[in-house]
């Protein structure tokens, strides 16, 4: 089954540390941008190849929905009612189809939260940050942690179960003191699923010309290191399960949509500066929000132009490049060990390329295992099976030294 991405590139304001596709001061160009969205939607979905080479909506099942952004709650529910109209006339999304939309706590109300859940909105994202007010004004973030216990209960109260709250650790000046007091006012909120992703000085964005000139000081990689692991054991003890490197869940509760990345299955993406990876390639569209309406709007569709466009390409589509074997196991091989559970699974490796995973990655494999970084586990039950099955997962160490394990395994 498919995942769908939908990319929201709109924000209030831009805050100093992202470097996402995301515009502040054009909410005017909205109406455009969702009607181009739904342009893009249908045409993929007359695209969608089957079996017998013609479209066939047997082939167009969907299991999961995300709205990214930017900041997908500053559309309206009207809006959003209008894109679920084209994703269900273009796609077949299955019962229990996993609906996610991320927000910022304080652009969202009780009376929205229950209008979206009732046009489908299933899961909540909420991007907290911190829980500490000096933190907060750092990042350039408009919210307090107030507004995060309103928003919150708000989701609870509109019928939203399964909520997920981003954090940040690592950043310049914090303490492990402030870090802990984000956790315990986060797990105070009770939610299904955590994030925290260390903060990264990104090329471009003020945070990283601040730190290129002395501005800004260093976040200390030893004490972000601590902060990781006193998280891991502080939710680990209050009943989550670290499922990925960066990511928390209560049992069941895991991130379907995310699984369908790290696990190098295909999805599709819809909007400016979307990325998607599907039938043998990988993709991505126009950056800036009037191209891609113009794109969209100016578009013609007879059937010569669309047969010059590859499945999943869409006139939006402004890079792409055609998988290689090694290419794709090369990404197998980086973002399955994000999955700090499951890991890699021989079988899985072999069913997926033909061939075993010793004989493509066995001095890799040997080599980290003798770093400490890589281990082999039998694992019972992996992914609902019965069986046990050897898996190749991080160590603790490994977690720790992500980014240099995955350089292995990139292809020359």
């Not at 559309?75 to 996993?98: K, M, N, T, W, Y």
């Not at 009732?118 to 408009?142: D, K």
């Not at 113009?294 to 007879?302: F, G, T």
Request: glycine share 10%; with cysteine.
């Amino acid at each position: 089954m498919y995942s769908l991405y939908l990319h929201i590139p709109f924000c209030t304001h831009r805050c100093a540390y992202c470097d996402f596709n995301t515009y502040a001061g054009q909410e005017d160009a909205i109406p455009a941008y969702v009607n181009a969205l739904c342009k893009e939607i249908e045409f993929m979905g007359g695209r969608f190849p089957s079996p017998g080479g013609d479209a066939g909506r047997d082939e167009r099942k969907v299991h999961t929905v995300f709205f990214g952004g930017g900041t997908p709650s500053l559309l309206s529910p009207l809006q959003f009612d209008s894109v679920f109209r084209s994703l269900r006339a273009s796609f077949d999304l299955i019962p229990g189809c996993e609906m996610t939309i991320e927000a910022n706590p304080g652009t969202v109300s009780y009376e929205g939260l229950t209008q979206l859940h009732a046009i489908g909105i299933n899961r909540i994202s909420f991007g907290v940050q911190s829980a500490n007010t000096f933190e907060l004004r750092m990042l350039e973030r408009s919210h307090t942690f107030l507004d995060v216990i309103e928003a919150v209960t708000s989701a609870r109260k509109a019928g939203l179960d399964n909520i997920n709250l981003d954090l940040i650790y690592g950043l310049p000046g914090q303490t492990l003191s402030a870090w802990q007091t984000t956790i315990k006012r986060i797990l105070d909120l009770h939610p299904e699923h955590i994030s925290a992703y260390a903060l990264t000085l990104e090329h471009g964005t003020p945070f990283g010309r601040w730190s290129s000139k002395g501005l800004l000081p260093l976040p200390d990689p030893d004490l972000a290191a601590e902060m990781y692991e006193w998280a891991d054991e502080m939710l680990e003890a209050n009943g989550y399960v670290q499922y990925e490197i960066s990511n928390w869940a209560k049992p069941g509760r895991e991130c379907r949509h995310n699984l369908q990345y790290w696990r190098g299955l295909p999805y599709l993406a819809f909007g400016a500066g979307a990325h998607g990876y599907a039938g043998g390639y990988r993709y991505s569209n126009v950056l800036r929000i009037k191209t891609y309406i113009d794109r969209l709007a100016n578009y013609q569709l007879p059937e010569s132009q669309i047969s010059n466009l590859p499945f999943p390409l869409s006139p939006a589509t402004v890079n792409h490049h055609k998988q290689t074997l090694k290419d794709d196991m090369s990404e197998f091989m980086m973002t399955g060990l994000r999955l700090t559970r499951e890991g890699i699974l021989s079988s899985e490796f072999e069913r997926r390329f033909d061939r075993k995973l010793e004989d493509v990655f066995g001095k890799e494999i040997q080599k980290l295992g003798k770093l400490g970084l890589l281990e082999k586990k039998l694992s019972p039950g992996v992914r609902g099976g019965m069986d046990e099955e050897e898996t190749l997962r991080l160590t603790r160490r490994g977690r720790l030294l992500g980014n240099q394990v995955f350089m292995q395994f990139v292809g020359e």
